[in-house]
């Protein structure tokens, strides 16, 4: 999976996009099928503020969808790690959902097949 991490308000140091980098390789060992992802690490806060809020936005691109997730924590590797969970649940229900619609159009398909088949029988 190609991955681009872009960040926002700050200059990363390698280890830090390492990091991320290592965890969203994880990711396809839950779905095979992702594209690539774009990773925005941001700093929001006031510039007169010490404390500011770390932002993990990911968006993967799956062939004919995407999934988007923003987290933020106290720092890049918690709202990372929380990304993760949640992209792991969401890839995992989006590949349920394209079993249960292949499994779906299957039964459908064997149900249009039968009845093409009866129908074929009867002569006009």
């Known amino acids: 999976m190609r991955i681009q991490i872009h960040c926002v308000h700050f200059t990363a140091d390698q280890s830090l996009l390492d990091f991320v980098q290592r965890k969203l390789n994880?990711?396809?060992?839950?779905?095979?099928?992702?594209?690539?992802?774009?990773?925005?690490?941001?700093?929001?806060?006031?510039?007169?503020?010490?404390?500011?809020?770390?932002?993990?936005?990911?968006?993967?691109?799956?062939?004919?969808?995407?999934?988007?997730?923003?987290?933020?924590?106290?720092?890049?590797?918690?709202?990372?790690?929380?990304?993760l969970d949640t992209l792991k649940?969401?890839?995992?229900?989006?590949?349920?959902?394209?079993r249960n619609i292949s499994a779906q159009q299957i039964k459908e398909s064997k149900e249009l097949v039968e009845v093409g088949v009866v129908n074929d029988d009867i002569d006009f």
């Not at 997730?69 to 106290?74: I, L």
């Open 26 to 83: 994880k990711l396809d060992t839950f779905n095979d099928r992702i594209v690539s992802g774009e990773v925005y690490l941001r700093l929001e806060g006031s510039e007169t503020s010490r404390i500011k809020h770390k932002i993990v936005e990911v968006k993967l691109l799956l062939p004919g969808d995407s999934i988007f997730v923003q987290q933020q924590g106290t720092t890049f590797e918690e709202a990372t790690d929380m990304v």
């Open 89 to 98: 649940n969401k890839l995992k229900r989006h590949k349920d959902k394209q």
